[in-house]
């Protein structure tokens, strides 16, 4: 049974950073191409970041390009994503994802943005 937790969120003032974290179990993690979505309230779920089964290859969205930096360590079975120069619109729970295509999601973990 694949398993998939996000940690890390909380409250952070405009400009400011934290680091997600994603811990994955019953899967080989080293094999998995990983994402990091996001769903804002009202708003439908939007992709964020992409990171190869090495960690060689990163994609990002428009929106967080320069700001956000995904990595993982396969020795931890675990995928991070560092947020820097947060900003309001950045409020939202944060997801993690096996692959781009099955059902194999994080419960989410909430990032608000705000002074």
């Known amino acids: 049974q694949v398993q998939l937790a996000e940690s890390g969120g909380g409250l952070v003032q405009p400009g400011g950073s934290l680091r997600l974290s994603c811990g994955v179990s019953g899967v080989t993690f080293s094999l998995s191409v990983m994402n990091w979505y996001r769903q804002a309230p009202g708003k439908e779920r939007e992709w964020v970041a992409r990171?190869?089964?090495?960690?060689?290859?990163?994609t990002y969205a428009d929106s967080v390009k320069g700001r956000f930096t995904v990595s993982r360590d396969n020795a931890k079975n675990t995928m991070y994503l560092q947020m820097n120069s947060l900003k309001v619109e950045d409020t939202a729970v944060y997801y993690c994802?096996?692959?781009?295509?099955?059902?194999?999601w994080g419960q989410g973990t909430q990032v608000t943005v705000s002074s």
């Open positions: 990171i190869s089964s090495s960690g060689a290859i990163t």
């Open positions: 994802r096996r692959g781009s295509a099955g059902n194999d």
